[in-house]
């Protein structure tokens, strides 16, 4: 690969179709472990126009009034204007949520069941999961994601704090860097999509988005003479959110992670419980990836982990430096399966799983947020004594 380039990462707002339908699901998903930790929760969401439909597979002890759920999340969002086709107390709800599969509980459960290897939990599903860390940013993240998640974390500011009246939820942003011997140098140009009422011009949301906006949250240092910026290039963006597009669980899995920098397995997050390490696991393994690289093992550090269903132990574990390791691979590897256990069970307990904190992790990615257990670094010196 060049070591000069420009690349491109986007994120989305939480009134993006997409994101509303995350939303949702996961504010079902902290329900039922708010009351029952130990709930199995696959919760998906269609949204379009004024439709919401919830479907899946839902085993809890839970007493749920799906229907507050869903409205309550929809509020937070920013669903409330009158001239709003999706609003949070006009929408239609459709439930078709079901249990979970009794073939699939076996496998999960911590008990022995014919044609099961061992009585200990397993994976949910099979799948491979990829975790990340590097160097770019003081959250060790990729630059172009996080300068991505940054401009719209204050778009929300802006819309919900400062009240600006004639922002709506629906936005999206993209950054493209320019890296030269693989260091950021410039940012290339720069996208933001906003929603707004009628009757605001297009000159006025342009020079609030480059002022009050991307000048006060990106670093002055990456911004150039020559930087581009393309603010609502459609020139406007009234009709949004649901009624412009259908939303659907799980489809921004890229904004949710590292923004196409590092590789993804495929799987989502949203609407899923921890014994799903689709899930667990990708926020397990962003856990080890960011202590190697806080503890000063590697500037980089991709980890892949496999799993098959039913299973209580990865069926592969490979890491990456990019030859930045300060020893091989393999070593850094072993003392990562010393300070930490793989097992998807020990993966719920070392992270604290079982209980609400997902809606905390739905908008502007799931990683380099304060608060949340899978971006400590609290492993940092054991792992460098263990080395």
Known sequence: MSKNFIFSSESVGEGHPDKVADYISDSILDACLEQDPHSRVACETLVKSNCVFLAGEISTNAELNYEAIVRQAIREIGYVHDDDVFHADKVFISNILTAQSSDIAQG???????????????AGDQGIMFGYACQQTTELMPAPVMYAHLLLREMARQRKEVKVPWLRPD????????????????????VISTQHAEGIKHAEIREFCIEEIIRKVLPASMLKDD?????????????????????????????????GWARHGGGAFSGKDPSKVDRSAAYFTRWVAKNIVAAGLAEVCELEVAYAIGYPYPTSIHLDTRGTG??????????????????????????????????ESTHYGHFAKEGLPWESTDKAAELKATL
Not at 171 to 190: F, R, T, W
Request: glycine share 10%; charged share 25%; aromatic share 6%.
């Open 171 to 190: 936005v999206k942003s993209q950054v493209a860097l320019e890296y030269v011997d693989n260091q950021p140098v410039g940012i290339k140009n720069i």
């Open 108 to 122: 999960v459960d911590a008990a022995a069941a014919e044609g099961k290897d061992t009585a200990e939990q397993g």
């Open 227 to 259: 930087t581009e910026f393309l603010v609502n290039p459609t020139g406007k963006f009234v009709i949004g959110g649901p009624q412009g597009d259908a939303g659907l669980t799980g489809r921004k899995i890229i904004v949710d992670t590292y923004g």
């Open 326 to 359: 300060i020893a091989p691979d393999s070593e850094i590897a072993a003392a990562a399966q010393k300070v930490f256990s793989f097992k998807p069970a020990d993966i719920v307990s070392q992270l604290d799983l079982l209980r609400p904190i997902f809606r």
